[in-house]
């Protein structure tokens, strides 16, 4: 059975730092490329970040672009999203994805095409508040 499950929210302050995981279990990461995406309430659901199989492409929103960071660690099966400066408006619950590297970066990194992405996590509530 695939799961993905995420890990690290909380309540930060604004101008604090979160890291957030995503361990995978039974699935072999290095196949798949990881996008963090997340939802305010109220909101559609929006690509954050996204990370290629091997690492060797990132992507950002331009909303969090200098400010998070995601990377991975394929021998761990878990990729992280590393968030600093936090503002408000980064409250959300963030979800990881994995979608087949086989669809190509471009449809799944840079499109944020959601149904591309096969399987997700539970999420993990973030919010950034004084």
């Known amino acids: 059975q695939v799961q993905l499950v995420e890990s690290g929210g909380g309540l930060v302050q604004p101008g604090g730092s979160l890291r957030l995981s995503c361990a995978a279990s039974?699935?072999?990461?290095?196949?798949?490329?990881i996008g963090w995406f997340r939802q305010a309430p109220g909101k559609e659901r929006e690509g954050v970040s996204c990370?290629?199989?091997?690492?060797?492409?990132?992507y950002y929103a331009d909303s969090v672009k200098g400010r998070f960071t995601i990377s991975r660690d394929n021998a761990k099966n878990t990729v992280y999203l590393q968030m600093n400066s936090l503002k408000s408006e980064d409250t959300a619950v963030y979800y990881c994805?994995?979608?087949?590297?086989?669809?190509?970066?471009?449809?799944?990194?840079?499109?944020?095409?959601?149904?591309?992405?096969?399987?997700w996590g539970q999420g993990t509530q973030v919010t950034v508040s004084s």
């Open positions: 994805a994995a979608g087949p590297r086989s669809l190509g970066l471009f449809r799944l990194c840079v499109k944020w095409n959601q149904p591309d992405f096969h399987f």
């Open positions: 039974g699935l072999t990461l290095d196949t798949y490329a």
């Open positions: 990370i290629s199989s091997s690492s060797g492409s990132t």
